[in-house]
């Protein structure tokens, strides 16, 4: 839960405080402009709104671990990227993206914080708790932090990255979804944006990473 409440916080004032004019730069997700992932973080705290109402009486049949699935990597042929896309666009200026986000996920914030981690939830056709749902949100928070200042000018002040925690704790939920760990040598950053194929990784990781390296990317959803 307070890892949840770390990853997100650190999100939502990444984002406060990413310069207008900046919201038209590419973000690390391929395709997305800036502005095109906060829209889809908008989305994000939304499904955090709705699941935390649904409540679910039935036995977990996931948890933080296997909510997550491996995909195939995202083409940008998906009906619901080419909506935020649009979404975006409509917002206009920058500030209403700004707006509504701070407004929607303020609110998704404080349901977090106030919701029973024991309770089980329903969402996307399976049922976890709250732990596990927001545990499970961590990962997702912390890599769309660093897509959001993957490409921001960083001379005269750098974007403030994920906390570590929240990085070291992204890393260990994304080894647990592959079954194996990244080398030691990694950084928890490193660890992310190779193991995702966000950074291609150089020849020194990819010798270091071994026969785990034809694995990669691991596209999670």
Known sequence: ????????????????????EDFDRPSGCTGWLVRDLVCHLIIGAQDVLITLVTP?????????????????PPT???????LILRLAAAYGEPRWLKFHFDDVGSAAG???GLADPAVRVSTRDEV?????FLSAYVLEWTLHHLDLIAHLPSAAEPPTEPPAETLAAARTLLERIAGTSFPASFSDKD???IGTGRRTPTDAESAALGAFAARLPLSVG
């Open 110 to 112: 404080r349901a977090a």
């Open 56 to 72: 679910a009486e039935s036995e977990p049949t996931v948890d933080a671990v296997t909510y997550w699935g491996l995909v195939e």
């Open 128 to 132: 976890l708790t709250v732990g596990d």
């Open 76 to 82: 940008g042929e998906d009906p619901l990227d080419a």
């Open 1 to 20: 839960m307070n890892l949840f409440s770390r990853s997100w916080t650190a999100l939502r004032t990444a984002v406060a405080e990413t310069p207008d």
């Open 191 to 193: 660890a992310l944006l």
